[in-house]
């Protein structure tokens, strides 16, 4: 029989080799993963979440970063490139490089044919581990439908469902409410 052994390689090799690398890759239980490029349809929609939250947040206590930040999802296990997420209070940083983030308050990610089954099992199942995490949103690109699971009493996680335009998405952990209309501006649904 065959094998096709997978080359491990370790925590701090992963974070060796992703920050000398032009492109980002995630990490998973030993595996790294390159990220591909995205289309303009998911650049867009990332780009239209991120400036809402900086347009409300601006001046307040909770801040957006863009799939540029890294987060620590367990240590030893998985680090991830989030499409956008915001931090409430004091950012809690691994080290002195400031490039990874331990507690966000609230991850989106726009899903893609190629991402959507991670997304929304493996990514998902780790992200709920997260303790600082509040809120884990799910942006489809080809259809008005915005899953959003926010944590509640005894870490029970609750769905709420958005599929209008005329909708808000409410994230009461970072007190804003998004019109859906603007998350999906310029956005031709087909």
Known sequence: MASNPVTKVTEEEYLAIDRAAEMRSEFLEGEM????????????LQGNIFGQLYAVLRGGDCHPFGSDFRVRVSPGRMYAYPDVLVVCGKPLLVDERQDILLNPTAIFEVLSPSTERYDRGVKSQYYRGIESLRDYVLVEQNQVRIEQYSRGEGNVWALRDYQRLEEELRIDSIQVSLPLGRIYEGIEIT
């Open 33 to 44: 993963f390159a990220m591909s490029g995205g289309s303009m349809r998911h650049a867009r």
